[in-house]
């Protein structure tokens, strides 16, 4: 693994993804210096209480001045503004990345504002949970977990490699990507499911015939997990669905398409189909848990305290 240590990080935005990426570097002796920007007073000083960053401003310009490694870590929506304000004040020679969920959009949101001398490479690293703020990160968050890069044309070899070195210190798998086709993948395997759960608990709260009460107290493993899903940071997920609408109506249309398969199977009482289906579907599991990404212990390796 190449050696990689930056000599200040400045991360915009310092929400989950933001401080986790702050305490791993600071961890594993990434940067000599973390600064964030925020936007509000409350962020600021819990990075600051926390000993997150070792400065945070309200000006992106002023997090970014000096920085050899800028990382945007605000929702997709704000990308084209901050860019735009930052871009002056970028130094020759730093590498700016971005952890949103989408790539097309943010490679049309940011690039045109990057300057010469400057590597710009997206990326995206694929974790998280559905907690949100300075104080929700932590540095083992990354452990395992694919973060896929999309360089463009401009970015050296030199300057993907340090990322994605940087990137693998920190404990993920890394992977370059055509921006276009990881917007495809992850429409079908982040931003539908996510799509689904907000709307299978928004129906479940909208029933007529059943009472929330009902919901929350009869609520099975199933609908829990989609609870979870659905607690995700709902602008940062409002702003996925917007810039990447193109990926995600297709795969939407083909979901849409098999669902009505399914829901022929169960009218007709075709059990072999719906078996067919599910066996399949089984398989899948197995093989996500065969490559290290998920767990195959019992309710999903959550840990319940023992009765007395």
């Known amino acids: ?56 401003y309200e000006s992106p310009v002023e997090a970014v001045k000096g920085a050899d490694l800028v990382v945007l870590c605000t929702p997709v929506g704000t990308y084209a503004a901050i860019a735009e ?69 401009q970015a050296s070899e030199a300057a993907v490699e340090k990322l994605g070195a940087f990137w693998a210190a920190m404990g993920s798998k890394v992977e370059t990507m055509d921006p276009a086709h990881h917007d495809l993948v992850l429409a079908i395997t982040s931003h539908i499911p996510h799509l689904i759960a907000y709307n299978i608990v928004g129906t479940a709260d909208d029933l007529e015939d059943v009472t929330q009460s009902e919901v929350i107290k009869y609520s099975a493993g ?40 399914l ?10 189909t719906l078996f067919k289906i599910f066996s399949r579907t089984r398989a899948i599991r197995r093989q996500i848990i065969d490559a290290g990404q998920e767990t195959p212990e019992p309710d999903f390796g959550r840990t319940h305290k023992s009765e007395e």
């Not at 305490?23 to 000083?45: H, M, N, P, Y």
């Not at 943010?106 to 300075?134: C, M, Q, R, W, Y």
């Open 1 to 56: 693994m190449t050696k990689v240590k930056f000599k200040r990080l400045a991360l915009i935005g310092i929400g989950l993804i933001g401080s986790s990426i702050a305490r791993a570097a600071r961890k594993q002796g990434l940067s000599e210096e973390i600064v964030c920007a925020a936007r509000t007073a409350d962020s600021r000083r819990i990075a600051k209480e926390l000993g997150v960053v070792d400065a945070a």
């Open 85 to 153: 304000q930052i871009a002056p004040y970028l130094e020759k020679g730093a590498i700016v990345t971005d952890v949103g969920s989408v790539k097309g959009a943010v490679v049309k949101a940011i690039g045109p504002h990057i300057p010469e001398g400057v590597d710009f490479i997206p990326g995206h690293p694929v974790a998280g949970t559905e907690k949100s703020g300075p104080a929700a990160g932590f540095a083992e968050l990354f452990i395992n977990r694919w973060c896929i890069l999309t360089p463009c044309d």
């Open 222 to 261: 199933g609908f829990r997990d989609f609870t979870r899903i659905a607690a995700s940071d709902p602008t940062m997920w409002r702003d996925v669905f917007l810039h990447n609408k193109d990926a995600v109506l297709e795969m939407l249309g083909r979901f849409t398409e098999d669902l009505a398969q």
């Open 263 to 272: 829901q022929r199977a169960i009218r007709w009482e075709d059990g072999e």
